[in-house]
């Protein structure tokens, strides 16, 4: 089975940084990447499928690129909101395996 | 808009059985696959199953493959599994999620759209 591999497993970063979150697939699987967010206390929500499309109603500071092995999901101007932990999911084929999730909070 | 509400969570022994159901509303059940997604405390997402639309394939995990089993019900908009043979690290809160279905560049992306507030399995002796 492929496995998600992210990095890294947690991060501190100010108001308006740029963030960026790397997901590595030990196979490659074109672009059938999605990104999800989990805030604290609540259940995942989409934010990102096909490696970069936004999901409708997601703020334009989330971003995601790469196809193949290599994924990054980027927040360009980190807000306090954004505070959550962020998980890749690969979805061309079963199992739709998660990575193990990077834990983002502010400095 | 869609609503999707999961139940049959609770405390049970090792070695026992328990049977979650998610039912969906607010949306076209019959037409979308389903999926299954746990978290144990403080851990990460893990995949469980889907189900496809019509309930004629489904998919497992390796951790749960044998002992879960996925079945739906479309005329009562109802996703149930089926936990057997119950261990420990089956503990955590069990999400069903409806598959959302795009186009990009004329390829399909299935991904998890919608999710539902979780029930709680706890595994216990």
């Known amino acids: 089975d492929i496995q998600m591999t992210q990095s890294p497993s947690s991060l501190s970063a100010s108001v308006g940084d740029r963030v960026t979150i790397s997901c590595r697939a030990s196979q490659a699987i074109s672009n059938y990447v999605a990104w999800y967010q989990q805030k604290p206390g609540q259940v995942p929500k989409l934010l990102i499928y096909?490696?970069?499309t936004l999901q409708s109603g997601v703020p334009f500071r989330f971003s995601g690129s790469g196809s193949g092995t290599e994924f990054t999901l980027t927040i360009s101007s980190l807000q306090p909101e954004d505070v959550a932990i962020y998980y890749c999911q690969k979805y061309n084929s079963a199992p739709r395996t998660f990575g193990g999730g990077t834990k983002v909070d502010i400095k | 808009q869609v609503q999707l509400v999961e139940s049959g969570g609770g405390v049970v022994q090792p070695g026992k059985s328990l049977r979650l159901a998610c039912v969906g509303s607010?949306?076209?059940?019959?037409?979308?696959?389903m999926h299954w997604v746990r978290q144990a405390p403080g851990r990460g997402l893990e995949w469980v199953t889907l189900?496809?639309?019509?309930?004629?394939?489904?998919y497992y995990s390796d951790s749960v493959k044998g002992r879960f089993t996925v079945s739906r019900d479309n005329s009562k908009n109802t996703v149930s599994l089926q936990l057997t043979g119950l261990t420990p690290e089956d503990t955590g809160v069990y999400f069903c999620?409806?598959?959302?279905?795009?186009?990009?560049?004329?390829?399909?992306?299935?991904?998890?759209?919608?999710w539902g507030q979780g029930t709680l399995v706890i595994v216990s002796s």
């Open positions: 096909a490696a970069s």
């Open positions: 999620a409806k598959e959302g279905i795009a186009t990009v560049q004329g390829l399909i992306h299935q991904t998890l759209e919608s």
């Open positions: 189900t496809s639309y019509d309930g004629s394939q489904t």
């Open positions: 607010g949306f076209r059940f019959g037409a979308y696959a």
